[in-house]
Antibody, heavy 119, light 107 residues
Framework: EVQLVESGGGLVQPGGSLRLSCAAS????????ISWVRQAPGKGLEWVASIKPDGSGKYYVDSVKGRFTISRDNAENSLFLQMNSLRAEDTAIYYC????????????WGQGTLVTVSS | EIVLTQSPATLSLSPGERATLSCRAS??????LAWYQQKPGQAPRLLIY???NRATGIPARFSGSGSGTDFTLTISSLEPEDFAVYYC?????????FGQGTRLEIQ
């Protein structure tokens, strides 16, 4: 059974940093695209970042470029999102979502972790 | 950036009725269009990918169609558990984008 479990969310002040993690199990982690998708309170879904299976390619939405870094550890079956210079508008539930071996269709989702940016 | 526009914003129907949800892209996404369902307090769930392919475990009452810029998600006969928010998503171009969602509510 595919499982994705996010952690690392919490309350942080504007300008602060946070590192999210996603622990994966039930599939060969190193073979799949994996992404972060967020959802602000009461709002729709927004794609944040994606990373290729071998980590060689990383893609970001413009609003987080230069502030967020996606990475993965295939030996530990883990995905990360380093978030710096956080803003109020980054407040959201952050979901880890698994794609395909060659696609960014979000086949599986974690339950999400809440990030709140507020003073 | 490809903008996806979903209509209607809210659709009010009764169980047993047919639901037709629309997603229009600002430029062609070929067939690289997916649909997700999200219920309150839950993560989204993939329903349809590449326009018309049902994801694993998705009932046959869900179907997708379209190409290029105009896409449709059809639920042939609504079950009580189908009332939720539905999003379309394109993977044709970076950045990946979602529509703003259609809320399907019980009439």
């Amino acid at each position: 059974e595919v499982q994705l479990v996010e952690s690392g969310g919490g309350l942080v002040q504007p300008g602060g940093s946070l590192r999210l993690s996603c622990a994966a199990s039930g599939f060969t982690f190193s073979s799949y695209w994996i992404s972060w998708v967020r959802q602000a309170p009461g709002k729709g879904l927004e794609w944040v970042a994606s990373i290729k299976p071998d980590g060689s390619g990383k893609y970001y939405v413009d609003s987080v470029k230069g502030r967020f870094t996606i990475s993965r550890d295939n030996a530990e079956n883990s995905l990360f999102l380093q978030m710096n210079s956080l803003r109020a508008e980054d407040t959201a539930i952050y979901y880890c979502a698994r794609g395909g071996t060659a696609t960014t269709i979000f086949h599986y989702w974690g339950q999400g972790t809440l990030v709140t940016v507020s003073s | 950036e490809i903008v996806l526009t979903q209509s209607p914003a809210t659709l009010s129907l009764s169980p047993g009725e047919r639901a037709t949800l629309s997603c229009r892209a600002s430029q062609s996404v070929s067939s690289y269009l997916a649909w997700y369902q999200q219920k309150p307090g839950q993560a989204p769930r993939l329903l349809i990918y590449e326009t018309s392919n049902r994801a694993t475990g998705i009932p046959a009452r869900f179907s997708g169609s379209g190409s290029g810029t105009d896409f449709t998600l059809t639920i042939s006969s609504l079950e009580p558990e189908d009332f939720a928010v539905y999003y379309c998503q394109q993977r044709s171009n970076w950045p990946l984008t979602f529509g703003q969602g259609t809320r399907l509510e019980i009439q």
